[in-house]
């Protein structure tokens, strides 16, 4: 039998777009089935889109093995983290990542990591996992799991330039004027794009793209206010001119 929850639909909506989506066109009195998630994490992404903290013993609290989006885990963090991508719960999807990378990489799980990681855009488990990769190259290619990250050409070549070019990702900004985005880390991606108010989830690619955006489109504002300036000035000049023609 089956654990039933309720839930405002307005309060979806601002915290939880994907979960929302599911009860639209739907009457009060529908049930919406929610398969692939167990009760307890379910209920901890609702209680965190009503504004409650995910419990901090969530975090340590170790499960039986379990395969999650396809990665064999023990750790709830890895549970929160597919469900909040999977129901859009972006506040929680961050916050599980950031617990994953610090507990969950490691020689068996990489390959599977990275594999899910690339496929839910989940940029900060993919920069810590090709870091991982790097140092322990050898022993990852050794594992069973290895043989799927073989079949995508795009990640094999991913991790042949990270090998070659032994990336360094920097953590800090070099100023106001920073646009280097390339040599930028995810976090600080993200921070760049908060302090904007602009989306932080999503790709690597997706980040940089946004911020490069926001920064065309500031640029087109400079010009155009400097444009209404000077338009402004000489319309200004021209009345002072025809003053004093009047004057004369």
Known sequence: EGTTLYAHSLILK?????????????????????????????????????????????????????SVGGVSC?????????????????????????????????????????????????????????????????????????????????????????????RVYRMFSLGENDVDYSSMGVNLLRKKLGERGLDVDGSREMLIHRLTLEDQAARSRDTTDDGSNVASLAQAYSLLGNNGNVGR
């Open 14 to 66: 601002m915290s939880a777009l994907t979960l929302a989506s599911l009860c639209e066109d739907t009457d009060r009195d529908t049930t919406i089935p929610i398969t692939g998630v167990s009760p307890h994490i379910f209920l901890c992404l609702l209680r965190y889109a009503y504004g409650d903290n995910i419990p901090e013993e969530l975090w340590t609290m170790n499960t039986s093995r379990t």
């Open 74 to 166: 023990t750790s709830s963090a890895m549970e929160l983290l597919d469900a909040a991508n999977r129901f859009g719960v972006v506040g929680v999807k961050l916050l599980a990542e950031s617990k994953v990378v610090q507990s969950d990489i490691a020689v068996d799980t990489a390959s599977d990591l990275l594999l899910y990681a690339d496929s839910n855009d989940c940029a900060l488990l993919k920069e810590k996992v090709v870091d991982f990769f790097l140092l322990h190259a050898e022993q990852i290619r050794k594992t069973p799991e290895f043989q799927k990250v073989k079949e995508s050409n795009t990640i094999l070549d991913e991790l042949m330039e990270a090998l070659l070019s032994k």
